[in-house]
């Protein structure tokens, strides 16, 4: 299956970069969705991470999965209005949507959160609750299409939900 | 099982990370063996990782799987005598060891690559032939114990087999 990566500068390097291998790892192909094609961003630490296609004109329906890596690219990302609509978009289909650590910013602003349960770094807990979703301490939780992680040591319980889920 | 992956400065992020994260993701327990324990040490592009334990302590029976990055971290750990004896000491036993792009270095530096077919960056090719290894350009190369990768890319293959060969 083929999974869309969303990608700005100063994502999480480990919270891109774990999913994407890991998907890889179980046979799926990743495209990573940037403003534009063939632009190298860079992570909080600089770890590059090279865009293979565009957000603005990505077909929501070629894609199993999105995913929305934390960091400081959450705050870019949800800024653009092609963003917000291929997330509601995915997720009127029901199509898995990944979200950890700071990425919950970009659901929210899409308008999908209200009724879920969704977790995110502490740090952010009151704009999940203020978009509408029922926040939980959890290291990972799968509320039936959404699922979402805290931060970077999650990342193999994170992992193993976004496989179980296109498997 | 519980798994030791080796750490100083300079480590090649993800080199150091995915095979981490990716085995605690199989269920496996990941000590970080650094020179003393509970130092943070800074990958190349700056991402953090801190040791658990020390290697000057570390009994390699404990560990079914010895991890070596890539990055610079090598050009460091193949330094200091004990780090070659817990390489030497395991490889005896035949547990797995896994190296990935400048890892081969920690190894040559062993001295058990003698006959041995591996894979490394291109750029210490040389010096694993000089060490009396078989170097062969692909994603993943396994024999017997020892698991070879050469760079990031690569990774997706390299995390399936370390976790297949505890399997």
């Keep these: 299956m083929t999974v869309a990566s969303l990608i700005h500068n100063d994502f999480e390097d ?40 565009s957000f603005k004109t990505a077909n929501p329906q070629d894609y199993a999965m999105l995913l929305v890596p934390g960091g400081w690219a959450p705050d ?48 952010i807990r009151d704009d999940m609750t203020n978009a509408g979703a029922i926040w939980v301490d959890q290291p990972v939780v799968v509320d039936r ?10 990342l193999p319980e994170y992992g193993r939900a976004l496989v179980n889920a296109l498997t």
Tied chains: 1, 2.
């Design 145 to 154: 299409n959404l699922i979402s992680s805290r931060r970077p040591p999650d």
């Design 76 to 123: 870019k990302l949800r800024r653009y209005p092609r963003v917000l609509e291929l997330v509601r978009e995915m997720d009127r289909r029901g199509a898995v949507i990944g979200q950890i650590c700071h990425a919950g910013w970009v659901l929210a602003s899409a308008g999908i959160l209200t009724g879920r349960t969704v977790t995110s770094t502490p740090g």
């Design 14 to 53: 480990l919270e891109f970069w774990y999913p994407a291998l890991r998907l890889q790892e179980a046979g799926h192909s990743v495209h990573i969705l940037g403003e534009e094609p063939d632009v190298t961003y860079l992570g909080k630490y600089g770890v590059p991470a090279a865009s293979t296609h």
